[in-house]
């Protein structure tokens, strides 16, 4: 039993797929709403059964009635997603609250991908045509762009500077940068 | 309309025209530098608009919200109290975890955000084709609003602090939250307003894009708002809902190609009443010149966009190319993306039972809908599901809709509208249960009098 309260409140962490998604509270792996629709359902009925046996049928009242129910457990389902926010808001807090800028952005995975980024910036021109030696994955490689700009991004042969980095992950942590260098031509 | 919003409204308006405005300076080839931006403003604001809008202002903080009628008055302050602390504190909770880390978001990093910061530091858009930053890189065919918005945070800020520039979000969120709440509210008690913008606060997927740099929500916001204002024109046949309501969704094309649909959901939803109702010339051509209110603000705010987008061979949406001919030979035909579509409405964590009350509602009070003006806003929504639904089952998309790339982003653009059609619909218990359990034995003995004489 502890263990379904425990899924039910378990915080959902933040992904890069989040951004797409957001799961929800689960219990025995399935979503909690499904549970919920079933019992605003079965309440549905049974209210529109009771009215229609002793009173009389309003489809109105049992529309109301069945809408105040789904609203109570919106709060409910609200009151559980708040533990998240607050799990949020504690991991945003001590990573990043505080920091300056260039910390800030250090933080962001992969870690020291911008002393990194500062390095090059202080070594190379920004109108200097620069070539890059780097095996990225997907992101560290949009991070690279996006950290990079306007940096004149060329081919080797035109390059006045040569930049490599060395991105791996450690002990099945988030990527960490173990080595970069720049290289004048 | 009530100052704050106005001040909303102002946010939507004013953030698209100044986006518009450096775009039209980098078409002239005018470098980007804060005083050349908001001097224009200045002296329209201070010479044309200020003493007017100032006067104005001043009368409205006491005037009622138009239409409020027959209202419950003197509800306790305690669950008003309640209610306005905790969408308060969504609020905070979104300032705070926007502004507090820099940009994080996939497509911010190769888009949206790394185009504002090529703007900024080259001073302006490179219309060159063969300059390495053409357009600014990334998707160059997206329309340039959030990054041109981003840049000039930055041109704001006087550096390029990609933390700080995030405010932009939050304040979208803000400006939808009073937009929503004041269309409620011209409607229904305090109470209620409160109550389903609290709703619209607490919906998981938007709370979490109101903090990162995703365009979804914005056009979510300028939808929210167009549709609004449409609405508000068809109850109260006021031309000026109806403009504002026409430069809401064409600014909403502006953000991302798919509020180019909802600005034609919009114009669909003028023109069929009017094509339908009408018999009498005059009064067609009264109405002829609505549509024509209408239509300006597209052709002068997105029609040079369209136009530069036509000169430099830009495509739509996602594909690198873009053609009619393409599209149809392209059709498919994938219908096992609708129970996943379903699942995505239904059974996620995304917008809590949102989609479950609707239906409800739907099928409780079909009446007040369909009988009234409110069919309007089921019918916005409506059409624009059946858009990405369309999008979904016929063409490409299909792969994306298992991938669980779209689904969720993209109805992130209409689910203010259908938590607005139940906030609106929605009678509160005491007055409505009198009048329901009237209602029946009114009509019982005025058939019984009939059958009488």
């Avoid at chain 2, 106005?6 to 004013?14: C, D, H, S, T």
């Avoid at chain 2, 504190?89 to 978001?105: I, M, S």
């Avoid at chain 2, 509020?259 to 109702?277: E, K, Q």
């Avoid at chain 2, 858009?387 to 809709?401: G, K």
Wanted: proline residues 5%.
């Amino acid at each position: 039993m502890s263990d379904l309260w425990a899924e039910l409140f378990q915080v959902e962490p933040l992904l890069p797929r989040t951004v797409n998604n957001i799961t929800g509270p689960l219990l025995n792996g399935n979503p909690v709403i499904i549970i919920i629709y079933l019992l605003v359902g079965l309440f549905i009925a049974g209210y529109a059964y009771v009215l229609w046996f002793k009173y009389k049928l309003n489809w109105e009242k049992v529309g109301r009635a069945g809408i105040m129910a789904l609203l109570l457990f919106w709060i409910i389902l609200e009151i559980i997603r708040s533990f998240s926010y607050l799990a949020y808001f504690s991991e945003d807090r001590d990573k990043f609250g505080g920091k300056t800028l260039a910390q800030k952005r250090s933080q962001v995975p992969p870690v020291g991908f911008y002393s990194f980024v500062e390095f090059v910036h202080s070594q190379v021109p920004r109108s200097a045509p620069v070539s890059v030696r780097m095996d990225l994955d997907q992101y560290s490689g949009m991070m690279w762009n996006y950290y990079a700009a306007p940096l004149n991004q060329t081919a080797e042969a035109d390059a006045e500077y040569i930049i490599g980095i060395n991105v791996e992950p450690i002990a099945g942590a988030e990527l960490f940068v173990q080595t970069y260098w720049v290289a004048k031509r | 309309m009530k100052l704050l919003e106005k001040l909303a409204i102002g946010y939507l308006i004013g953030t698209g025209l100044l986006t518009l405005q450096m775009f039209l300076y980098s078409l002239l080839g005018i470098k980007f530098n804060l005083w050349g931006i908001i001097l224009p403003w200045v002296v329209v604001l201070v010479g044309f608009v200020g003493a007017p809008f100032m006067g104005a202002r001043i009368r409205a903080v006491g005037t009622p919200l138009v239409g409020v009628r027959n209202l419950r008055t003197g509800t306790s302050p305690v669950p008003t109290f309640l209610l306005t602390a905790a969408i308060g504190l969504k609020v905070l909770y979104v300032f705070y975890e926007a502004l507090v880390k820099p940009v994080v978001g996939w497509d911010a990093l190769w888009n949206f955000s790394l185009r504002a910061k090529i703007f900024y530091f080259l001073g302006g858009i490179p219309l060159d084709r063969a300059h390495p930053y053409f357009l600014g890189g990334g998707m160059k065919q997206y329309p340039l609003h959030l990054p041109l918005l981003e840049t000039f945070t930055y041109i704001l800020q006087g550096g390029w602090n990609d933390a700080l520039m995030k405010v932009i979000f939050p304040l979208y969120f803000l400006s939808m939250l009073i937009v929503f709440y004041y269309a409620l509210r011209r409607e229904q008690s305090r109470l209620t307003s409160l109550f389903f913008t609290f709703l619209l606060s607490t919906l998981p997927l938007l709370v979490y894009h109101a903090t990162i740099e995703y365009a979804d929500f914005v056009v979510g916001a300028y939808f929210l708002a167009a549709v609004v204002y449409l609405y508000q024109f068809i109850k109260t046949k006021d031309t000026k809902m109806l403009i504002l309501s026409a430069v809401l969704a064409a600014l909403s094309a502006w953000v991302k190609d798919e509020g180019m649909v909802f600005y034609f959901i919009g114009l669909f939803l003028l023109v069929i009443p009017i094509l339908s109702a009408n018999k009498y010339a005059v009064k067609f051509k009264r109405e002829f010149i609505l549509v024509l209110y209408y239509l300006a603000p597209f052709l002068v705010l997105i029609g040079p966009w369209i136009i530069f987008k036509q000169v430099f061979g830009l495509s739509v949406g996602n594909e690198p190319t873009f053609s009619l001919a393409g599209m149809i030979s392209g059709f498919t035909f994938h219908p096992e993306t609708i129970p996943k579509v379903l699942e995505k409405m239904f059974l996620s964590g995304n917008w809590h039972l949102l989609f479950g009350l609707w239906a409800l509602v739907i099928i409780f009070y079909y009446k007040q809908i369909f009988t009234t003006e409110k069919k309007y806003l089921f019918w916005s929504t409506a059409l624009a599901i059946l858009f990405f639904s369309f999008l979904y089952v016929f063409t490409y998309n299909w792969t994306m809709v298992f991938s669980g790339i779209i689904v969720n982003r993209n109805f992130l653009t209409l689910v203010p509208q259908v938590l607005l059609l139940c906030g609106l619909v929605y009678k509160e218990g005491k007055t409505d249960v009198g009048n329901a359990d009237r209602a029946p034995t009114g009509a019982r003995s005025a058939k019984s009098k009939k059958a009488h004489k």
